[in-house]
């Protein structure tokens, strides 16, 4: 199945990719998660990216177009994927459009996560996440056994750059101006689902899965 995740920053896309990955056995592509991944290794996209994260500005578009092109060409998108945080942009989702025309390939449905600018704004500033794999953690909604020590690996729990309340506030900007048209462009498609994501972690999970059963 292919999916692509769709919502504002801090609306649970992280969160919910980790139990729709595992539930139907497709690799998570996360772009953030790469991009930082990038970043803490010091790569060259990495040194680029930087900047552009740390404010809550898009990277420019023709960067992630490669990022995920590369990505769909791995062998472990055969039997699908989970996109989260791409396409962000008009010229991204027409970009996916032509990556998977010549690959075969279609999106089979945008889940779209809907959640209010005020939950947000408490959601991001209470994450915490994990140097080493990256999960993510709420300081009162999802907190961790041992405070500031993930529950998987024992790693060091930490504060993105991005998730202070300046660059918080920028990104819902970005996102509204930037990302949000893209609803209709998948709206227009009939490929857009709209999950209520203002409720409990594992009444979001419920929806989710048992909306995506109904594509499978
Ligand atoms: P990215 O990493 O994609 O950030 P984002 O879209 O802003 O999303 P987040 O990771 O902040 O939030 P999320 O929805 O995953 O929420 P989470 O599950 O963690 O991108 C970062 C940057 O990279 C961008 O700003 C940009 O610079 C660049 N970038 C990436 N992709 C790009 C692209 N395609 N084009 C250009 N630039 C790109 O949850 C948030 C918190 O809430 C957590 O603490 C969690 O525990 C908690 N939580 C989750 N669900 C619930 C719930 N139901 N109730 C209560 N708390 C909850
Ligand atoms: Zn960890």
Do not use: W
């Not at 020590?149 to 509204?176: F, N, P, S, W």
């Amino acid at each position: 199945m292919q999916i692509v995740l769709f919502g504002p920053p801090g609306a649970g896309k992280g969160t919910q990719a980790k139990y729709i990955s595992e539930e139907f056995n497709v690799p998570h592509i996360s772009t953030g998660d790469i991009l930082r991944e990038n970043v803490r290794e010091g790569t060259a996209l990495g040194k680029k990216a930087k900047a552009y994260m740390d404010k809550g500005e898009l990277v420019p578009d023709a960067i992630l177009i490669d990022i995920v092109k590369d990505r769909l060409q791995k062998p472990d998108t055969k039997k699908g994927f989970l996109l989260d945080g791409f396409p962000r942009t008009l010229r991204q989702a027409e970009a996916l459009d032509a990556i998977l025309d010549d690959i075969n390939k279609s999106i089979d449905v945008v889940v779209n996560v809907d959640v209010g600018d005020n939950e947000i704004i408490r959601r991001l500033s209470g994450r915490r996440t994990c140097r080493s794999c990256q999960a993510t953690y709420h300081v009162r909604a999802n907190p961790p056994k041992v405070p500031g020590i993930c529950d998987q690996c024992g790693g060091e729990l930490y504060q993105r750059a991005d998730d202070t309340e300046a660059a918080i506030k920028h990104r819902i900007e970005v996102y509204k101006k930037q990302t949000q048209p893209l609803i209709e462009y998948y709206k227009k498609k009939g490929l857009l689902v709209d999950i209520d994501g203002e409720r409990e972690i594992d009444e979001v999970r419920a929806d989710i899965i048992s909306t995506l059963k109904r594509f499978q």
